[in-house]
């Protein structure tokens, strides 16, 4: 076995175990998802000699010991996937504690990083209980609104909703949402450009920042594509906020007891109102604390882990 090969648990459905009280078990329609993500990433994030550990070859790769010593990696180290990395002898990465990927992977936590952005386009509103969630959903905006669970992620855990009162259905789907933590409500807005920063905490505070993709997803936020965004394509104040955002993110992961890859989403969209065809930018969406559907094309052929350096901020 080649000796620079990696053992990898791809955990697609991280967000589901951070939301989970206790022990996880994903449904058989997550692992038929996951296992159709998962393919997207073999020959990208995954080297040609690197190993996909699963829950299909874990007992094989446990019992024959071949794994063992290898440096072990997981897309998010939960405790699902750094038992997977330990019980084949994989040497796993050092990992934030549970408490702190749940912290930072939340929704609320990217929206206090957001609040204080230099034009951010638009306010997102953050709903403990169902009557703030209703009141909100009560104000006018153009296009209704978009709510988003605490954990989420591939258009997982959000729902479109019209403004006003929903209907019986939808706040039983509140209501759900709400058991498993606070709701982020922001307007629905119509996107025309995504962007994407990848980028790595250090254990020593250091970030270290990939240059800007262009990313394509589904209208339901499910990933399809990322694309290389050549300088000439990206606007100097585009550049200069995206950097803004993604260096801000990255202080505030490390502030917040994170390290290891994370990444950002951006987008422009149509101007809510009377002037649609005029495009603004949402300097940040989210905050993806784990490795991204773009790592490879965004940070190339670094090996970020082994970065050494003071504390602050280094571009690719």
């Known amino acids: 076995m080649n000796p620079g090969a990696r053992c990898w648990v791809l955990n697609l459905d991280a967000e589901h175990e951070l939301e989970t009280v206790g022990a996880y078990t994903p449904s058989a329609h997550m692992r038929s998802v996951v296992a159709a993500q998962q393919r997207k990433l073999l020959g990208t994030l995954l080297g040609p000699d690197d190993i996909l550990l699963t829950e299909a070859n874990l007992d094989k790769y446990t019992a024959s010991g071949t794994l063992r010593g290898m440096h072990g990696l997981a897309w998010c180290p939960t405790p699902r996937a750094l038992s997977m990395l330990n019980a084949v002898g994989a040497i796993a990465e050092a990992a934030p504690s549970l408490d702190v990927l749940r912290r930072v992977n939340a929704r609320p ?63 039983a789907w509140l209501v759900a949402s709400l058991r498993l933590g606070p709701l982020t409500i922001e307007p629905w807005v119509e996107i025309e450009t995504e962007y994407t920063r990848s980028g790595w905490v250090g254990v020593d505070g250091t970030v270290l920042i990939a240059p800007p993709c262009f990313q394509k997803t589904t209208r339901e936020g499910a990933w399809e594509r990322t694309d290389t965004a050549a300088p000439d394509l990206v606007t100097r104040e585009d550049d200069r906020l995206l950097q803004q955002a993604v260096e801000q993110s990255g202080r505030a992961l490390a502030s917040a007891g994170y390290f290891g890859a994370f990444g950002i989403d951006a987008f422009r969209h149509r101007l809510q109102g ?11 969406s989210e905050i993806n604390a784990r490795f991204t559907m773009d790592w490879t094309l965004g940070m190339g052929s670094r090996t970020p882990h082994r970065e050494t350096g003071g504390r602050g901020v280094t571009t690719t």
Do not use: C, I, Y
């Open 109 to 171: 936590f990217a929206s206090e990083v957001r609040a204080p952005l230099v034009q951010a386009s638009f306010e997102k509103h953050l709903a403990t209980h169902l009557d703030m969630a209703l009141e909100q959903l009560a104000k006018p905006t153009a296009q209704g609104w978009l709510v988003r669970r605490a954990f989420g992620a591939a258009g997982r855990g959000r729902q479109r909703l019209a403004v006003g009162k929903p209907p019986a259905s939808d706040q």
């Open 274 to 284: 009377g002037n649609s065809r005029r495009l603004v930018l949402n300097p940040m």
